[in-house]
């Protein structure tokens, strides 16, 4: 079985090193993200990309691969497709992504930064999980089954592999709809969420980078499981409503399109096309890219 956490960091790093041309779109997000084709996205925009679309992603991989792709290709800009999900930022730095020497000058500490500063700069959100991984991947040696084409992307063969696959879909969201009975935050408690010090800090970092480079990126809500959605905004979905208000301050500093992709009926999305209750399979990917294209207000073309 795949590691609960996959270290595809280093892996997506090495292929856009060496890529010998610059990629026109460049995907980011965590791996919600990972199932965007470039080669479909190519179809619709006429430009080629590359997914960086990382398991477990955060605010601060998005930082490093948007960095990287500008310093290996400084004289091209580029679009941006950025999924993110409610509460859009935050994550820290995963040990995977600090143990990789290309990263370090891309964080707070500069070149100095390394697995010692990992404790000051992760979050919460960041699993044990992550560190099985660092020592299996870096201290030992890791295989994977799952590979990725050189323009990032999910090789077929792996989709068999992907750790979000789950054997019963039905099952798995009638476990996340009791959980959103059980538990669900209040408005306030979602703003505090928020308002955490240095949440927004790679965040941030990353808009005001692409912003100065002329490009303006699209972010995108991930898409809900209908059910969840619905169970979800019975109970007032304080996490979306304190996101939205956060993404009205955000538009006030920075230039971004904003593709709210939740509601799966907005952009034709189906029930069934779905790896798990968080998660959507190629075929609803497909048909998310085609609605965040056309609802890019022309950032994509």
């Known amino acids: 079985m795949p590691t609960a956490v996959e270290s595809d960091r280093a892996a997506k790093l090495t292929l856009l090193q060496h890529l010998g041309h610059s990629p026109d779109i460049l995907i980011l997000g965590s791996s919600r993200s990972r199932q965007a084709e470039p080669s479909v996205l190519q179809k619709l925009t006429g430009h080629d990309g590359f997914n960086a679309g990382v398991t477990g992603g955060t605010s601060a991989d998005e930082y490093v691969f948007v960095r990287y792709a500008a310093d290996r290709f400084p004289d091209h800009k580029r679009r941006y497709i950025w999924f993110t999900d409610v509460g859009l ?10 143990h990789d020497q290309r990263a370090h000058k891309y964080f707070a500490g500069g070149g100095n930064f390394g697995l010692g500063d990992v404790g000051t700069y992760l979050s919460t959100d960041a699993t044990r999980a992550s560190w099985r991984v660092l020592k299996k991947c870096v201290i030992a040696i890791c295989h994977s089954r799952i590979t990725f084409n050189s323009d990032g992307s999910l090789t077929n063969q792996s989709l068999h592999y992907l750790p979000e696959h789950t054997k019963s879909l039905h099952k798995a969201v009638a476990k996340l709809v009791a959980a959103v009975r059980r538990h669900h935050q209040t408005l306030a408690q979602a703003r505090a969420d928020l308002a955490q010090p240095g949440r927004f800090f790679y965040f941030e970092r990353a808009l005001e980078f692409m912003n100065r480079r002329g490009e303006v990126p699209v972010l995108v809500l991930n898409p809900v499981y209908p059910t969840v959605l619905a169970e979800l905004t019975k109970y007032g979905f ?18 971004f399109v904003f593709v709210d992709a939740e509601d799966i009926r907005k952009w034709g999305g189906t029930d069934v096309d779905w790896s798990n209750p968080t998660h959507v399979n190629r075929s609803n990917m497909r048909r998310l890219l085609t609605y965040i294209v056309a609802r890019s207000q022309g950032a994509l073309r």
């Open 238 to 255: 304080a996490g979306r409503r304190a996101s939205l208000e956060m993404v009205a301050k955000l538009h006030k500093r920075f230039k």
């Open 89 to 98: 930022a935050g994550g820290g730095v995963n040990p995977q992504l600090a």
